[in-house]
T-cell receptor, first 112, second 115 residues
Framework: QQQVKQSPQSLIVQKGGISIINCAYE??????FPWYQQFPGKGPALLIA?????SEKKEGRFTISFNKSAKQFSLHIMDSQPGDSATYFC???????????FGKGTHLIIQP | DAGVIQSPRHEVTEMGQEVTLRCKPI?????LFWYRQTMMRGLELLIY????????DSGMPEDRFSAKMPNASFSTLKIQPSEPRDSAVYFC?????????????FGPGTRLLVL
């Protein structure tokens, strides 16, 4: 059972454009929703995270939008740069120190 | 500061052999997680520990897999006997349980190939 569904699998965006990646979850007990960025040969690294008590969180060019009623959240990368080319994973976890349930990932390519 | 340290970085072994992966979490962190990454299944949680105690091992695929955390600075993931379908990248991550944000910091991974 896939508890976090991520789309699209791959995405090509022109430099300067907006990259949008979407995720949907099923478990209403989830209360922490991070996005991780992974470069080839490296471990995932936290990019930005949100809790369900807010609808949006922005850090620099990265924004998470969260819709609790729809059980969906998305990552927006503004002014996308070639250095943003990586694989992005959404994830979710329940309270406490639980492990993360990851989406399948989105391979993002920013074309110069 | 040193991040999460994993060893070895690469492991090639033959089917049936025992494989031991090692992890040193970030100093001061009290939660440790083992994940497996494959093209087909993505990133999967295998097991996690809080204060050296295993909390949830429901992600461990089979009895061939076992994990230990004898102290706050060291954990192992063992596969015995290994099979070709165990080929994957295994990540260890650590976090500060009770800390704001619950950020998990991942190590560089161990790339395992079972022939």
């Amino acid at each position: 059972q896939q508890q976090v569904k991520q789309s699209p699998q791959s995405l090509i965006v022109q430099k300067g454009g907006i990259s949008i990646i979407n995720c949907a979850y099923e478990n209403t007990a989830f209360d922490y929703f991070p996005w991780y960025q992974q470069f080839p040969g490296k471990g995932p690294a936290l990019l930005i995270a949100i809790r369900p008590d807010v609808s949006e969180k922005k850090e620099g060019r990265f924004t998470i939008s969260f819709n609790k009623s729809a059980k969906q959240f998305s990552l927006h990368i503004m002014d996308s740069q070639p250095g943003d080319s990586a694989t992005y994973f959404c994830a979710a976890s329940t309270g406490g120190a639980d492990g993360l349930t990851f989406g399948k990932g989105t391979h993002l390519i920013i074309q110069p | 500061d040193a991040g999460v340290i994993q060893s070895p970085r690469h492991e090639v072994t033959e089917m049936g052999q025992e494989v031991t992966l090692r992890c040193k979490p970030i100093s001061g962190h009290n939660s440790l997680f083992w994940y497996r990454q494959t093209m087909m299944r993505g990133l999967e949680l295998l097991i996690y520990f809080n204060n050296n105690v295993p909390i949830d091992d429901s992600g461990m695929p089979e009895d061939r897999f076992s994990a230990k955390m004898p102290n706050a600075s060291f954990s192992t993931l063992k596969i015995q006997p290994s099979e070709p379908r165990d080929s994957a990248v295994y990540f260890c991550a650590s976090s500060l349980w009770g800390g704001v944000g619950k950020t998990q910091y991942f190590g560089p991974g161990t790339r395992l190939l079972v022939l």
